[in-house]
Every structure is written in structure tokens, then in C-alpha cells.
Nanobody, 116 residues
């Protein structure tokens, strides 16, 4: 049974940093790309970025490029989202996700609020 559990969200001031974690279980983590999404109030869920399995290649949405970094630790079955230079528009619930056998799995999400 695939399980994804996010943690690390919270309240941060503009310009600050947070690191989110997503602990995965129930599948062979190292074989699957992992994604981070976010959903702001009143907006559709959007893809923040992806890390693939081989060589840790990453891709990011233009809105976060240069500020956010995705990494993974296959020994710990965990994917991370390092967020720097946070702005109020980054306020959202952040989700990790993976696709396995054409099924997309989601964590419960973690709230990130950027406010002074």
C-alpha cells in the first residue's frame, strides 16, 4: 500500500526558508520519479517540480526555478523540497505525489504560509 507523508510546513516570513519532507512507503521508492505539487486557496493544484530516478535530474515550474530545490534520499525513502526566498504567493498546501502503474498517489499535504 503506497503511503506518502509530508512534513515540515509552517509559517515563515517573506524571504525565509523551509524544507519539506515526504516519507514514502509501500513501493520501491528508488524506481519512481517523485513530484511536488501545491494548491493555493481558490486555485488549481499546480506542479512545483519533479525529481527522476536516475542521476537525480530535476525539473521545476518557472515560478519557483532558482528558489526551490528537490532532492531525494533513496536510503531513507524520502524526497525533500528546499524552499528559499519564500514569498506570499508561495502560500499553499504542498503535496508530494508519485505515479505507479498509472495510478497517481498523494500525501495528505502540509500547509506553508508566507506572511509577515
Amino acid at each position: 500500500q503506497v503511503q506518502l507523508v509530508e512534513s515540515g510546513g509552517g509559517l515563515v516570513q517573506p524571504g525565509g526558508s523551509l524544507r519539506l519532507s515526504c516519507a514514502a512507503s509501500g513501493f520501491t521508492f528508488s524506481r519512481y520519479a517523485m513530484n511536488w505539487y501545491r494548491q493555493a486557496p481558490g486555485k488549481e493544484r499546480e506542479l512545483v517540480g519533479t525529481i527522476i530516478t536516475f542521476g537525480d535530474t530535476t525539473n521545476y515550474a518557472d515560478s519557483v526555478k532558482g528558489r526551490f530545490t528537490i532532492s531525494r534520499d533513496n536510503a531513507k525513502n524520502t524526497v525533500y523540497l528546499q524552499m528559499n526566498s519564500l514569498q506570499p504567493e508561495d502560500t499553499a498546501v504542498y503535496y508530494c505525489s508519485t505515479v505507479r502503474y498509472r495510478n497517481q498517489y498523494w500525501g495528505q499535504g502540509t500547509q506553508v504560509t508566507v506572511s509577515s
